[in-house]
């Protein structure tokens, strides 16, 4: 049963590009986060995406967008990057119908740095 | 406002000690749920734990303990006879009711960085 998967593992990016990661939920897993992991913070969460529609957003610029597809999968984009992008950003993975647990599986994470 | 404080920026032990990492949250929801989550240096969340609001059994797990108490709004987490392999990052997180299913997020602290010397 393969977990949460996220490419690149690592990326390096100039101020100004754009930026696109991708991640593959767990299976069974319908419901994807994206969370935002500055150096030495705790992750913070950008948005969540279930049948391909944005559901939630934290308090992050339009700068970063995402994507879900049919197979659930996801990709975030930034745009117009900035050096204070430059963090580890970390996917997770539940499943909608279950608020029974509230739990979310979190993948290993896409560290990007801006120069 | 919703917020998960861990004051404890870095903890350094000697190998076998007990360590309690502290958490205290602010929520007005009667229904929540709290996380323990460990980052090792990889980088993926480990899940530890994961809580109710109306749940406030404590709970032993090996090595591991929790101690979650509402009146205090707090759920410290507990080591006994730490391991150099428990060095890593804690975080504590926040999860708060969701009034649909699906759309809750995860509010975690600043996290606690331990350090298990041997």
């Known amino acids: 049963d393969a977990g949460v998967t996220q490419s690149p593992t690592h990326l390096i990016k100039t101020r100004g590009q754009q930026v696109t990661l991708r991640c593959s939920p767990k299976s069974g897993h319908d419901t994807v986060s994206w969370y935002q992991q500055a150096l030495g913070q705790g992750p913070q969460f950008i948005f969540q995406y279930y049948e391909e529609e944005e559901r939630q957003r934290g308090n992050f610029p339009d700068r970063f967008s995402g994507h879900q597809f049919p197979n659930y999968s996801s990709e975030l984009n930034v745009n117009a990057l900035l050096l204070g992008d430059s963090a580890l950003y970390l996917c997770?993975?539940?499943?909608?119908?279950?608020?029974?647990?509230?739990?979310?599986?979190f993948g290993p994470g896409t560290r990007l740095t801006v120069t | 406002a919703q917020k998960v404080t861990q004051a404890q920026t870095e903890i350094s032990v000697v190998e076998k000690e007990d360590v309690t990492l502290d958490c205290v949250y602010e929520t007005r929801d009667t229904t929540y749920y709290l996380f323990w989550y460990k980052q090792p240096p990889s980088g993926e969340l480990v899940f530890l734990i994961r809580r109710n609001s109306f749940d406030e059994q404590n709970e032993i797990s090996g090595r591991y303990s929790w101690n979650f108490q509402k009146s205090t709004s707090s759920f410290n987490f507990t080591i006994t006879a730490s391991q150099v392999v428990d060095s890593a990052v804690y975080f504590c997180?926040?999860?708060?009711?969701?009034?649909?299913?699906?759309?809750?997020?995860?509010?975690f602290g600043t996290g606690t960085r331990l350090k298990v010397l041997a």
């Open positions: 997770a993975s539940s499943l909608y119908f279950d608020a029974l647990s509230y739990e979310q599986y």
């Open positions: 997180a926040l999860s708060p009711e969701a009034y649909t299913s699906g759309t809750y997020k995860y509010i």
